[in-house]
């Protein structure tokens, strides 16, 4: 699997179902997501996550803010309460869905279609900030992206991260933990009628430490239990040396 097939798989469940592939919650398949109460999850993660930031010595205000794998805009109008912000993904549908709920214009959506952040310079924005993306992509696709992630964060700037570390023992997770890539695949498109397939990437701490080591100091890692109950989510916060 590579950057094209990531592409290719979120293109076709941003088309199909954008704000359930972004937020997969019971009773919201099928357009059944209420915008405002989908909008009002980013505002809630957001204010916590950057009040956690200030708690343990990082920055409070932000010029340029990039959101990474912005998906529908959840959590980059939230964002844009704390800065200007820039929103990419890889998925067009999903910049259109972006659009559409942020009429206003409080958000720049950029679609990228490269297999890195070469749309962005080095050192340009205060804040990057993602949640629900890098797992979502094989470990090789996704440690450029944050070696990317680093690149383009200035000195001084934070980099607020939600990732995977491991499946839990629920039986979801020990799917996870032992079958084979394939197989959830065709159970996730044929027995749970996913548009397409959802890759899942574990990053345990120690992994995601060895990939950021030479360019950011880790201010703080905690578990967040607010994204389901099949893999230990972990929120990590680091400044750019
Ligand atoms: C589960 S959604 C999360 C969206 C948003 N971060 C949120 O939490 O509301 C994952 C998003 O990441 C995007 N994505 C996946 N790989 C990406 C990449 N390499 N660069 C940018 N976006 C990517 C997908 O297209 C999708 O919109």
Redesign the pocket.
């Known amino acids: 699997m590579d950057?094209e097939d990531?592409?290719r798989d979120?293109t076709r469940?941003?088309k199909d179902d954008p704000l359930w592939?972004?937020?997969i919650m019971p009773g919201t398949k099928d357009g059944r997501w209420d915008p405002g109460e989908f909008l009002a999850t980013?505002r809630i993660e957001v204010d916590a996550a950057l009040a956690h930031l200030r708690s343990v010595g990082g920055p409070a205000s932000f010029d340029r803010i990039l959101?990474?794998?912005?998906?529908?805009?959840?959590?980059s109008q939230a964002l844009a309460a704390h800065g200007s912000v820039t929103g990419?993904?890889?998925?067009a549908p999903?910049i259109e869905t972006a659009r559409s709920l942020d009429p206003r214009g409080t958000c720049e959506f950029v679609l990228?279609t490269r297999p890195d952040l070469s749309l962005f310079d080095d050192a340009s924005f205060d804040l990057v900030y993602?949640?629900?993306?890098l797992q979502?992509?094989p470990e090789h696709?996704g440690t450029v992206?944050l070696e990317e992630m680093c690149r383009v964060l200035r000195p001084g700037g934070a980099l607020v991260i939600q990732v995977v570390s491991t499946p839990t023992l629920s039986i979801k997770g020990l799917a996870f933990r032992y079958a084979p890539r394939r197989l959830l695949g065709w159970a996730q498109t044929r027995l749970l009628s996913y548009p397409a397939p959802m890759h899942m990437q574990g990053y345990p701490d120690t992994k995601f430490a060895r990939i950021v080591a030479s360019s950011l100091d880790i201010l703080d890692s905690e578990t967040d239990e607010t994204y389901g109950g099949h893999w230990v989510n972990r929120r990590h916060y680091a400044i750019k040396r």
């Open positions: 950057f990531v592409q979120w469940l941003g592939a972004v937020l980013g959101d990474f794998g912005s998906g529908a805009g959840r959590l990419v993904d890889i998925s999903m990228n993602s949640s629900l993306v979502h992509m696709v992206f």
